[in-house]
Each structure stands twice: as C-alpha cells, then as structure tokens.
Antibody, heavy 120, light 108 residues
C-alpha cells in the first residue's frame, strides 16, 4: 500500500517560490504503473489539478499554471517535488500529492495535504 | 479543455435515503470518469474509477454509471459517515485531468 507525505514551508512571501516535496513509501517511484501528481485546494473551495510527472520524467502541467510550475522526481530518494514561482495570495491552498494509476487516471493514494499560505 | 459540470452543488438527505449525483462533461470521454469522497480536513478518497468500478474497500452501497458525457454516482441506504463532499474527475485527457466543482451532501 503506497503512502505519500508532503513536506515544505507553510508560509511563503508574495513573489517568492513555493517548494514542496512528496516522499513515497511502500512502493517505488520508478514504477510505470503510476503518474505522480500535485492537486491543490484553496480554503473552502474545490480541487484543482496542478500537474503530474511520469516515472520517466515526462511532465504535464495545468495550462493555467504552466508558466510558473515545475515538477521533478528524485528516484534516489523516492521523492517528487513541486515548485511554483511568483506566488500570490491566490496560491494559498492545501497542496496534496497523489499517486495516479496510469491505466485509469485515478488517484488511488494521497498524502494528507499541507497548507501553504502566501502572505508577507 | 474538457469542462465538468456537477449537479446539484449541494444536497440534503436523511440516513437510509438513496441519492444520485450527476456529472456532465463538455465532450465525450468514454468511461474515463472517477469519483472521490472528501471529508472536512481530509484528503479525497477514491470511490469509483472508470465510471463504474468500485475501488477496493469501498462499500457496495456506492455505485457509478454512465459513459460518453453523462455520469451518475449513486449512494444507496445513506449512512452517517457518507455525509461529505463528492467530486467527479475526468481522466480522458490523461494526464491533464480536471475535477468537477463538487457536491456537498448534508444531513437533512
């Protein structure tokens, strides 16, 4: 059973870069069975897909965020990461990492989520 | 982009009721539709994948149907733990996915 855990700063200043890491346990991040994704949820609102990365490093980003997002994978640490540049208050959200089963495109395993607040 | 429209946005029901939640997509997506349940302060939980397949460990009172552009999540014999927010998600344009706006299921 895959387990995922987000880590990173809970407070980021406007115009700076948000950086989060997701550590995967119970399975290999090299598995071709999964994409590794980030999903966010502003307080009191719905879910928004941020982007995904395959085991081979191919990336896919939400077009509305594409110019600011980078997702990368570190196979040696069984981790993948999210960087979001030039943040504003509208980027304040709970950020979730998830394992997406490639065959059906469904996120079967999620991290617990981490709240990132953008404020000076 | 594939647009998702969930209805209703909120729903009141009683324990023991049967409820249905609808999800409509702006273009045909075959059966590439998944359903999630989210409780306050928790991560979403996968209930149904590929429109009608029940995720392991999910009670059989949850069921999904549909194909093309119209999909339904049905919860039979509502239990107290089922009161939550439900989201649909298309996986046709893999791996650029989108979610519906959510349906808040409340106790009447």
């Amino acid at each position: 059973q895959l387990q995922l855990q987000e880590s990173g700063p809970g407070l980021v200043k406007p115009s700076e870069t948000l950086s989060l890491t997701c550590t995967v346990s119970g399975g290999s991040i090299n598995s071709s069975r999964y994409y590794w994704g980030w999903i966010r949820q502003p307080p009191g609102k719905g879910l928004e897909w941020v982007g995904s990365i395959s085991y081979s490093g191919s990336t896919y980003y939400n077009p509305s965020l594409k110019s600011r997002v980078t997702i990368s994978v570190d196979t040696s640490k069984n981790q993948f990461s999210l960087k979001l540049t030039s943040v504003t208050a509208t980027d304040t959200s709970v950020y979730y990492c998830a394992a997406i089963v490639v065959l059906v495109g469904a996120a079967g395993s999620w991290g617990q989520g981490t709240l990132v607040t953008v404020s000076s | 982009d594939i647009q998702m429209t969930q209805s209703p946005s909120s729903l009141s029901a009683s324990v023991g009721d049967r409820v249905t939640i609808s999800c409509r997509t702006s273009q045909t997506i075959s059966i590439y539709l998944n359903w999630y349940q989210q409780k306050p302060g928790k991560a979403p939980k996968l209930l149904i994948y590929a429109a009608s397949s029940l995720q392991s460990g999910v009670p059989s009172r949850f069921s999904g149907s549909g194909s093309g552009t119209d999909f339904t999540l049905t919860i039979s014999n509502l239990q107290p733990e089922d009161f939550a927010t439900y989201y649909c998600q298309q996986s046709y344009s893999t791996p650029l996915y989108t979610f519906g706006q959510g349906t808040n299921l409340e106790i009447k």
